[in-house]
């Protein structure tokens, strides 16, 4: 699929997703997929990109995400989530040729494959509970 290539220029995302972002973090992506060999999807070979029926039904997604995630570690693979190639999951001409509905909203990419190295867990800071009674 041409449009999937790690290398090639993504076409602009939509407005509606960046309009929250900062020109920095935007400058920084922008020279980050510009260098040359930048790889996006981590030479993956597989990309599964969760959509939603909606765009209110996006936090449904994360847990099929997570889901996803954890049965692919489960059977000895490794995932990591591709946000930053979700407004070219969402771009009309992708979602044409890889015959997704235009109505439907990419949630979640996430890149599915044989990692090369297996790092050892961190150490995790003991977790914050706030509650209020």
Do not use: W
């Amino acid at each position: 699929m041409s449009h999937l290539r790690p290398t090639q220029h993504c076409p602009d995302p939509p407005v509606a997703e960046l309009a929250a972002t900062p020109e920095p973090v935007l400058r920084h992506l922008r020279e980050l997929l510009s260098q040359p060999g930048y790889d996006v999807f981590h030479g993956a070979n597989t990309l599964v990109t969760i959509y939603a029926t909606a765009p209110g039904d996006v936090s449904d997604c994360y847990l099929a995400g997570e889901n996803l995630m954890l049965a692919a570690t489960a059977a000895g693979l490794g995932t990591c989530p591709i946000g930053l190639s979700r407004p070219l999951m969402n771009q009309p001409d992708v979602k044409d040729e890889l015959g997704v509905p235009a109505s439907v909203v990419a949630a979640l990419p996430v890149v599915v494959g044989h990692p090369a190295e297996r790092p050892h867990a961190t150490t995790r800071n003991p977790p914050r509970l706030l509650y209020r009674r």
